[in-house]
């Protein structure tokens, strides 16, 4: 077990968690803001097809937050104490908006329908869907611009506020808003009943997916003073190439597809042009978990926790997963065999 | 107030919240699956009326539960960075293990509440069990980690650090089965005594009412065994907590002087400073009696102890106080049910017993909060027992009233939109055409009508 690479592993684990709950997760919070800018004739319909797709499946979804969180206390314990330490702030902030979110959410699913109350936890759940996204990519850009540091002599603006108030977290923050917009809109098209809604969120998606290119753009010139290291590795890596021809391709893939009204490859792309760009920053910041000053060798935990950590997670994953394929299974439109083509309205079973 | 304190506040309020809602996310499964089985074999269709309005209750403290727990993973380091750098690898594996199993409850929850009219009745049934058992499981690994902080194992402590790091030891720390089996019962009696309590307050105003009859009798099945079975458990609890954390013990009981045949004494207000206990009434010798099986055994006082690591004196025993009184009314109740039950009498014509169930109703949770408060201040100024102390553990920080506060109100703001929402559409009359569109299996139903 000690031959394994067990640090590369508990990171490829961690980053693996990460990128499913952007996935999954977030795309969920994506929902919460569509919610808040449904508009039109059919903003009715669109905030149900967002509720009846979210429904079943946002605990869940929910729980990749919490696998990440376990594995960095686990695997990397000084990590997790020091973003905890300096990020208090906006990771407090966040919390909030998890709770808010989420029990608004199931507050508005199981009151009665139409009036007043109902609609103010739809305001609620939808502004924190907003808000909660923008933290969380907050958090995650503080970290990568190397402003995870040790409180030291500092006043407490510059330990505490500074670190994450400085522009590249703020536009991590607004491209992870965008980023998960993005993907709950290509998947809702997948999941929309009628072409008129399954238009609707075509154009959302088309329209989010065309304002990451700028986001991204901004936040990647930002990151050449701010986060050098990972700037220099996304610029000279042997691997940077590569990545981007992918990321690149799965990106115009998808708004070509949205464009063509092929909504399923839409849905493949936009996936994987998100977990490529969440690899990218992993392969990016590697081996740093708190660039410049803590690697992942150096907060790693002992090899006895780390070989049973990563023996926990695969022997978990096996469980997991054949559970979290019956849920889907269940409950997409897409996997219970029913048909829509741009013509049929309604399901057609086969 | 101090950050210290503020920080404390903050996590004893965070996790006396998210406690009520653990307890029914491990017990409320239970009732479905039990109602859903017995609509399964008698084809009453109250049974499955029961099983959907308990799922419907299940869901909406489900998810309070689920995001008041995501909090308090996040707090952990948020206050106690020093607590999670130093225990983080020792005892992550019960947190990774509780991670999967709060995975699988979601998953199944999810194909539970809306997969009625998706999947085969026995699917659904199954997904139920998987609800029941994954939740009972999560709250096993949360509990033993904080076993472990009362009696820590699997490392070696070396000028401070831990070394020689064994989390398959900790995991096994002897604080798991004790504390374990009292939580899992607590939790199951708490939920039981919680439900018998409304369906007994509904049966007060109607009393041959068919459903609330059912729901009384399933609520019962569950109270009555884990009621019966807590004072076993807590027997062995209070002998383990008295061998291995004798400051908590002598705390519990107001134990300020060492002595062989130690009375257990029962209520009194104890007085630190002077080491007495006022208004108590004292049974000889009882205490050594839970403590070792033996009425003349020694036990050791807070005297043992220095000065500096008593804990909070009053707050201990007052809090084991309420818990044990609490316990031994339910006790009571659940004899007097179980008679009741045994007679076949019909409940709903027992208005005395009903009252008493009432009176019950919060009283499960009420003991566990109890509970807990033993447990946590009684281990202080520790945080890992006799390693690490709760003052060196918490965040630098400052200003941590403010959280303290944001908390308390949201959380606040949390408890009365829930007690306000379960009254509205549990208690009140079902808006029939939503429930049914969102929850009722219309091959079911159909079926049976």
């Known amino acids: 077990m000690s031959d394994l690479p067990l640090v590369e592993l508990t990171s490829a684990a961690c980053l693996a968690a990460i990128t499913a709950y952007v996935l999954f997760g977030g795309a969920d919070f994506g929902g919460g803001v569509w919610d808040l800018l449904a508009t039109g004739p059919r903003a009715k319909a669109q905030r149900a097809l967002i509720a009846d797709t979210i429904s079943p499946i946002w605990e869940a979804n929910h729980v990749w937050l919490i696998l990440v969180v376990v ?161 220099t590795e996304l610029v000279e890596a042997a691997w940077a190439p590569v990545l981007h021809l992918l990321t690149a391709s799965a990106a115009s893939i998808a708004l070509l597809a949205l464009w ?13 042009q998100t977990a490529l760009i969440v690899s990218g920053w992993g392969l990016a910041q590697w081996p740093w978990l708190l660039p410049p000053t803590l690697s992942a060798y150096d907060a790693a935990a002992p090899t006895a926790t780390l070989a049973l ?42 | 107030m101090t950050d210290l304190l503020a920080a404390r506040s903050q996590m004893a309020m965070s996790l006396g919240f998210h406690i009520v809602f653990a307890v029914i996310g491990i017990g409320m499964p239970l009732l479905m699956v039990i109602a859903e089985r017995r609509w399964q074999v008698t084809r009453d269709a109250h049974y499955l009326e029961l099983a959907r309005r308990w799922a419907k209750g299940t869901a909406i403290l489900f998810a309070v539960g689920a995001v008041s727990g ?25 947190f990774s293990l509780e991670g999967f199993a709060f995975f699988m409850e979601a998953i199944f929850l999810g194909i539970y509440l809306y997969g009625w009219d998706r999947i085969s009745e026995r699917a659904h049934l199954v997904a139920g069990i998987m609800v029941a058992a994954s939740g009972a499981l999560s ?13 820590p194992t699997g490392f070696t402590l070396v000028n401070g650090v831990a070394t020689g790091i064994d989390p ?63 004072p076993i458990s807590g027997h062995h609890s ?44 004292e049974l000889p010798g009882a205490l050594s009696f839970l403590a070792t099986n033996d009425f003349n055994a020694t036990i050791t006082g807070l005297d043992q102890v220095p000065r500096d690591e008593w804990p909070n004196v009053r707050v201990t025993h007052l809090a084991f106080q309420v818990m044990v009184g609490l316990g031994m009314f339910m006790i009571v109740a659940a004899l007097l049910s179980l008679v009741a039950m045994l007679r076949q009498d019909d409940l709903g014509e027992r208005p005395l017993l009903l009252k008493l169930l009432v009176l019950a109703s919060p009283m499960g949770f009420l003991a566990t909060e109890a509970g807990w408060v033993v447990t946590e201040v009684g281990r202080q100024p520790w945080v ?33 939109a829930v007690v306000w929402l379960l009254r509205r559409q549990i208690l009140g009359a079902p808006d029939a055409v939503d429930w049914r569109r969102r929850h009722a299996p219309l091959v079911a139903t159909t079926r049976h009508e």
């Open chain 1, 260 to 272: 063509q009204r092929q909504y399923r490859v839409a849905r493949t792309a936009a996936a994987t």
């Open chain 2, 70 to 94: 995501t909090v308090l993973s996040f707090e952990l380091g948020l206050l106690w960075p020093g607590f999670m750098e130093f225990a983080g690898p020792i005892i992550g594996m019960p």
């Open chain 2, 139 to 151: 709250g096993v690994f949360v509990v033993i980690a904080n076993a472990w902080m009362n009696a």
């Open chain 2, 384 to 416: 890992i027992q006799g390693v690490l102390r709760t003052a060196d553990a918490v965040t630098p920080m400052p200003g941590l009233v403010v959280p303290f506060l944001g908390f308390t109100l949201l959380y606040i703001f949390l408890a009365v």
């Open chain 2, 168 to 230: 398959i030891a900790a995991l096994g720390t002897p604080a798991a089965f004790p504390q374990t089996l009292h939580m899992t019962l607590a939790a199951y009696a708490a939920t039981g005594f919680g439900a018998a309590g409304i369906h007994a307050a509904m049966l007060l105003r109607q009393r041959a009412n068919a459903f609330h009859l059912r729901g009384l009798r399933v609520a019962l099945l569950m109270a009555i065994p884990a009621a019966l079975l807590q």
């Open chain 1, 71 to 231: 594995i960095l206390f686990t695997g990397f314990p000084s990590a997790y104490a020091r973003i905890s330490v300096s990020l208090h702030i906006p990771l407090t902030l966040m919390l909030v908006g998890v709770v808010l979110r989420g029990s608004a959410f199931t507050f508005r699913s199981y009151d009665r329908r139409d009036d007043d109350v109902q609609r103010r936890w739809g305001m609620v759940f939808a502004v924190a869907s907003l808000v909660t996204p923008v933290l969380l990519g907050l958090a995650a850009g503080t970290v990568a611009g190397g402003g995870v540091t040790a409180p030291g002599r500092r006043s407490f603006t510059e330990a505490y506020v500074l670190p994450w108030l400085a522009p590249f977290p703020l536009a991590i923050g607004v491209l992870t808003l965008l980023l998960f917009a993005f993907l709950a809109a290509v998947y809702l098209t997948v999941e929309a009943r009628d072409v008129d809604l399954a238009g609707d969120f075509r154009r959302r998606a088309l329209w989010s997916g065309g304002a990451l290119l700028p986001v991204a753009a901004v936040a990647l010139w930002l990151a050449r003073d701010a986060a050098p290291w990972i700037f």
């Open chain 1, 309 to 350: 950590l990563v023996g926990a997670l695969t022997i978990g994953a096996v469980v997991l997963f054949p559970a979290l394929g019956y849920l889907f299974a269940i409950f997409g439109r897409a996997a219970s065999g029913e048909q829509r083509t741009a013509n049929s309205e309604g399901p057609t079973t086969p």
């Open chain 2, 238 to 281: 209070a002998g383990f907590v008295a061998e291995s954390q004798p400051a908590k013990f002598a705390a519990m009981e107001s134990l300020f002087t060492t002595q062989a045949r130690a009375p257990l004494l029962i209520g009194g207000w104890p007085d630190p400073e002077r080491g007495e206990v006022r208004y108590g009434v």
